[in-house]
């Protein structure tokens, strides 16, 4: 924003002129997650992660499903580089297809989580008064159930399937993302661009779309890093408790529930699958603080 204008009148006008025009600052914002280097070679990481994972059907030495019982339980050798279970299935074949799932279901699930709590946010800053407290204190009494027990009940009513698994997971877990939004909703519905948009007779939808999702992005984008890890925790746990995707198909956490039964018997079925977990939690919590630090506005680091 180039000057402040004195009077309404001539905000508007130069707004109309396009001299007053909301831009978050997302060139500065870059230029201080690049000197963040844990946050950068997290990201690089999680690149690396990801592309080994989803390119599994293509890579991986073996079908994560073939079977070979003269090999069963087999420590780590140069046939199968992390050994293989108790089936005979080479542990780095299942690994990466289990981490195939367990990042797709964080990132469909956490898309789930962003569009439910975006629209539930700006919704409820946009109709304010009553209406804004009543969905709030709804959002308030969600928050304090179990959300663990309730993603449970919904895989045990509706079934252990994955599109129930994405909606099950991402349904309870926009919850912090709405309130984020809200607030800073009503911060930009008093903002000066805003308000001179409305005074123009910009629509609600093109104010949304114009001036408050270029300022809401960064926001965005850290509630997004920062949701993948716990949507991804959550389900390891409901995946370790049986009640998450079923064999023969694999994910992180059933692959550490299926290692922690033998542990003392086959201990590398436990250690792969939980330190490609762990490390890929760590990245996705570092790049989503670097980012929360990088796109800060009122961030003085220099």
Same mark, same amino acid.
């Given at each position: 924003?180039?000057?402040?204008?004195?009077?309404?009148?001539?905000?508007?006008?130069?707004?109309?002129?396009?001299?007053?025009?909301?831009?978050?600052?997302?060139?500065?914002?870059?230029?201080?997650?690049?000197?963040?280097?844990?946050?950068?070679?997290?990201?690089?990481?999680?690149?690396?992660?990801?592309?080994?994972?989803?390119?599994?059907?293509?890579?991986?030495?073996?079908?994560?499903?073939?079977?070979?019982? !003269? =090999?069963? $339980?087999? @420590?780590? %050798?140069?046939?199968?580089?992390?050994?293989?279970?108790? &089936?005979?299935?080479?542990?780095?074949?299942?690994?990466?297809?289990?981490?195939?799932?367990?990042?797709?279901?964080?990132?469909?699930?956490?898309?789930?989580?962003?569009?439910?709590?975006?629209?539930?946010?700006?919704?409820?800053?946009?109709?304010?008064?009553?209406?804004?407290?009543?969905?709030?204190?709804?959002?308030?009494?969600?928050?304090?159930?179990?959300?663990?027990?309730?993603?449970?009940?919904?895989?045990?009513?509706?079934?252990?399937?994955?599109?129930?698994?994405?909606?099950?997971?991402?349904?309870?877990?926009?919850?912090?993302?709405?309130?984020?939004?809200?607030?800073?909703?009503?911060?930009?519905?008093?903002?000066?661009?805003?308000? !001179? =948009?409305? $005074?123009? @007779?910009? %629509?609600?939808?093109?104010?949304?779309?114009?001036?408050? &999702?270029?300022?809401?992005?960064?926001?965005?984008?850290?509630?997004?890093?920062?949701?993948?890890?716990?949507?991804?925790?959550?389900?390891?746990?409901?995946?370790?408790?049986?009640?998450?995707?079923?064999?023969?198909?694999?994910?992180?956490?059933?692959?550490?529930?299926?290692?922690?039964?033998?542990?003392?018997?086959?201990?590398?079925?436990?250690?792969?699958?939980?330190?490609?977990?762990?490390?890929?939690?760590?990245?996705?919590?570092?790049?989503?603080?670097?980012?929360?630090?990088?796109?800060?506005?009122?961030?003085?680091?220099?």
């Amino acid at each position: 924003m180039s000057k402040t204008p004195e009077a309404p009148g001539n905000l508007a006008a130069g707004i109309e002129k396009g001299e007053y025009v909301s831009r978050p600052n997302s060139e500065s914002g870059w230029q201080r997650f690049q000197r963040d280097r844990t946050a950068v070679w997290s990201g690089g990481f999680l690149v690396a992660i990801a592309a080994i994972c989803f390119l599994s059907p293509w890579i991986a030495p073996y079908s994560y499903m073939e079977q070979n019982l !003269a =090999a069963s $339980a087999a @420590g780590p %050798s140069a046939a199968h580089w992390l050994g293989t279970d108790l &089936l005979g299935r080479d542990v780095l074949s299942r690994l990466m297809q289990g981490g195939m799932i367990s990042l797709f279901v964080g990132l469909i699930a956490t898309t789930v989580a962003l569009l439910l709590g975006i629209c539930y946010g700006v919704l409820a800053a946009e109709v304010g008064g009553r209406a804004e407290d009543a969905m709030m204190r709804f959002v308030d009494i969600v928050s304090t159930l179990p959300l663990t027990l309730i993603v449970i009940l919904c895989t045990v009513v509706f079934g252990q399937n994955m599109p129930m698994i994405f909606l099950a997971v991402g349904g309870v877990s926009w919850l912090t993302m709405a309130r984020i939004i809200r607030n800073q909703t009503r911060e930009l519905k008093n903002s000066q661009f805003v308000q !001179a =948009a409305e $005074a123009l @007779g910009q %629509s609600r939808f093109g104010i949304f779309r114009h001036h408050h &999702l270029p300022n809401l992005a960064g926001t965005i984008a850290v509630c997004a890093t920062l949701t993948v890890p716990g949507v991804m925790l959550l389900e390891a746990f409901v995946s370790f408790l049986g009640l998450g995707v079923k064999a023969p198909m694999t994910s992180w956490g059933l692959m550490i529930k299926e290692g922690a039964d033998i542990m003392e018997e086959c201990p590398w079925l436990l250690i792969s699958p939980s330190v490609v977990f762990a490390l890929t939690l760590l990245s996705l919590n570092f790049l989503g603080d670097g980012l929360r630090d990088a796109f800060d506005p009122r961030s003085s680091r220099k």
